[in-house]
């Protein structure tokens, strides 16, 4: 979704949607985008120029979409550049300088980072590779933008570029679903379990900031160094009028966890062969489970599973899975579970992350170079 001011915006979703309103919302008009792809991303500059990407799993194979206006959205044009990975976000910030990304880190679906600087009619490549992930795209002016999600050439979940995307360097400590500047400086960050990462020097250093919430965060959109709103799982809505120093008014309902053990960062992060959990345990006589799971959602190892006497407690991942295979690059998250009184705070079924966010305790991130 994207506004441009209190009447005009625009929403996309799945099998070509495009809606558009001129009146704050009250009333949304279809636009014909001429696709059935899945629409990613939407980026106007203005109330005429605007762009829309998407993906489709075609035969083999993942295809992206790129659809410009000129017209505000009466008409779309396809200035995809012949067959492309699927995209997942677009940037533009004047009607000829813009990026677009994706990928899903296979060999079916290429991640990869296209520049424009004619409004579209000509793409080339900035970067790509087979295990470049990439969830989110922003450019704050035609040097200065970043990209989430995970990057092989610097093991880092953020890439940051000054030169507009010429060169891309590794950022740490921060990362997620969606990603956003309001300046060369001032940013914030989106993951699961109500992870939110702020920065206030450009990305060189990230702090965590409190949400209030573990449901999984996924899109968020700032106005200035202040006001600032997140949506994410199970209707959450957050909202905060202070840059979420202090205080992030709750406006849809999302339990508060309260912890009974503490998970530290994994250490070292990245790692080649082998990186060492900590964790504190403050009640005893409670299950724990520590699960390994890829970005997917899939479970990939059980490191823990079982009762931990009080104190301080360190355990090994040799980023192996299950069947002693060690496992591709990329980020997978740890998950920390307690159990109380025969009841999982956190169920998994089937291999796959199907969390309560009411119920997880702590989740960090690790990275396999």
């Given at each position: ?13 799945s ?29 106007f500059?203005?109330?005429?120029n605007g ?5 489709s ?18 008409d ?6 012949g ?13 000829l ?6 990928g ?9 980072i ?17 295990d ?9 002016d ?7 999600g ?26 997620g ?5 309001i300046?060369r ?25 409190n ?5 999984g ?19 959450t ?11 992030i008014?709750?406006?849809t ?5 309260t912890e ?24 005893s ?10 970005i997917?959602?899939r479970?990939v ?7 931990l006497?009080?104190?301080q407690?360190n ?18 998250i740890?998950?920390a579970?307690?159990?109380?009184r025969?009841?999982?705070?956190l169920d ?22």
């Open positions: 979704m994207v506004f441009l001011d209190n009447q005009n915006g625009w929403i996309i979703g099998s070509g949607t495009i809606l558009h309103t001129s009146d704050g919302g009250i009333n949304w008009l279809p636009q014909n985008s001429g696709t059935s792809f899945a629409l990613t991303d939407i980026s500059v203005n109330l005429n762009w829309v990407v998407g993906r799993f075609s035969g083999s194979n993942f295809e992206g979409i790129i659809l410009h206006t000129s017209n505000g959205g009466i779309w044009i396809d200035q995809t550049p067959q492309i990975s699927g995209l997942s976000s677009v940037s533009f910030v004047d009607s300088t813009g990026w677009v990304a994706g899903g880190g296979s060999l079916l679906d290429n991640g990869l296209l520049h424009t600087s004619n409004g579209g009619q000509n793409w080339i490549t900035q970067r790509q590779h087979p470049l992930e990439i969830f989110d795209i922003q450019f704050v035609p040097e200065y933008g970043w990209v989430s995970y990057d092989p050439q610097t093991n880092a979940p953020i890439i940051h570029t000054t030169d507009g995307g010429l060169t891309w360097s590794g950022q740490y400590g921060g990362g679903y969606d990603i956003h500047f300046d400086s001032n940013g914030w960050a989106v993951w699961l379990f109500g992870k939110i990462y702020h920065t206030s020097n450009g990305g060189q250093t990230w702090h965590q900031q949400s209030f919430t573990n449901q965060l996924e899109k968020l959109d700032f106005v200035n160094n202040n006001e600032g709103w997140i949506i994410g799982d199970w209707g809505i957050l909202h905060t009028s202070n840059g979420g120093i202090s205080e008014e709750i406006l309902r999302s339990p508060v966890v009974s053990f503490l998970l530290y960062p994994n250490y070292p992060n990245p790692f080649n062969t082998e990186t060492e959990i900590t964790l504190n345990i403050f009640k006589h409670q299950k724990i489970q520590l699960l390994i799971f890829d997917s959602g479970k190892r059980t490191l823990l599973d079982g009762v006497s009080l104190g407690h355990i090994k991942w040799d980023g192996c899975d299950y069947y002693g295979r060690t496992v591709s690059s990329g980020i997978y740890l998950v579970i307690i159990f109380s025969g009841f999982a705070l998994v079924s089937n291999d796959d992350i199907a969390y309560n966010a009411a119920n997880v305790t702590d989740v960090k991130s690790l990275v396999v170079p």
